[in-house]
T-cell receptor
Framework: DAGVIQSPRHEVTEMGQEVTLRCKPI?????LFWYRQTMMRGLELLIY????????DSGMPEDRFSAKMPNASFSTLKIQPSEPRDSAVYFC??????????FGPGTRLTVL | DAKTTQPPSMDCAEGRAANLPCNHS???????VYWYRQIHSQGPQYIIH???NNETNEMASLIITEDRKSSTLILPHATLRDTAVYYC?????????????????FGQGTILTVHP
């Protein structure tokens, strides 16, 4: 199994641009999570899905952030417009049951 | 969510046991204790979890006190590759319908440095 796949691994963009992060969960996992990690705030849960349906998006910072899961094998996290304070490492994780989560390698986002 | 308290950093000699403590004095009866670790530049990795009883797997052992107010993660023979940030997390249970997931709230963790 390839594990959770995230792309791109690194993204550098300018303020105001749209950013799309992608995630392919482990096959058969019904739960998918998006986290953000910064030095100041640590690791924060943004949103999670169960069977492609968003369950809890209370961690999404503001309307500039949106996440979708059109099918069981793909999810996106979009930031529009991006701001420098969005710079962080974004992790996607998946889980087969409400227990251990398997994290991807992360996407390091830098907004100039 | 129950809050956890961990020492900010610990050292351990290679080959020795690493014992990482965690206090969770406000834990409720149906909340689980989870441990994850994050090696530099990687995503967090699940280690082990437990409710009341001590648990052991191929990676580590988890000792939970009888009153459940604290726990200890034990890496029996630490190696240099175990150098990482270790997170102790108290996780609420899922609801009866199974559609609500107990969130994992990551704190600051303990930076474990294993030295030769």
């Amino acid at each position: 199994d390839a594990g959770v796949i995230q792309s791109p691994r690194h993204e550098v963009t300018e303020m105001g641009q749209e950013v799309t992060l992608r995630c392919k969960p482990i096959s058969g996992h019904d739960y998918l999570f998006w986290y953000r990690q910064t030095m100041m705030r640590g690791l924060e849960l943004l949103i999670y899905f169960n069977n492609n349906v968003p369950i809890d998006d209370s961690g999404m910072p503001e309307d500039r952030f949106s996440a979708k899961m059109p099918n069981a094998s793909f999810s996106t996290l979009k930031i529009q417009p991006s701001e420098p304070r969005d710079s962080a490492v974004y992790f996607c994780a998946s889980s087969p049951t409400p227990r251990s989560q398997y994290f991807g390698p992360g996407t390091r986002l830098t907004v100039l | 969510d129950a809050k956890t308290t961990q020492p900010p950093s610990m050292d351990c000699a290679e080959g020795r046991a690493a014992n990482l403590p965690c206090n969770h004095s406000t834990i409720s009866g149906n909340e689980y204790v989870y441990w994850y670790r994050q090696i530099h530049s990687q995503g967090p990795q699940y280690i082990i979890h437990g409710l009341k009883n001590n648990e052991t797997n191929e990676m580590a052992s988890l000792i939970i006190t009888e009153d459940r107010k604290s726990s200890t993660l034990i890496l029996p023979h630490a190696t240099l590759r175990d150098t990482a940030v270790y997170y102790c997390i108290v996780r609420p249970p899922t609801n009866a319908g199974g559609t609500s997931y107990g969130k994992l709230t990551f704190g600051q963790g303990t930076i474990l440095t294993v030295h030769p």
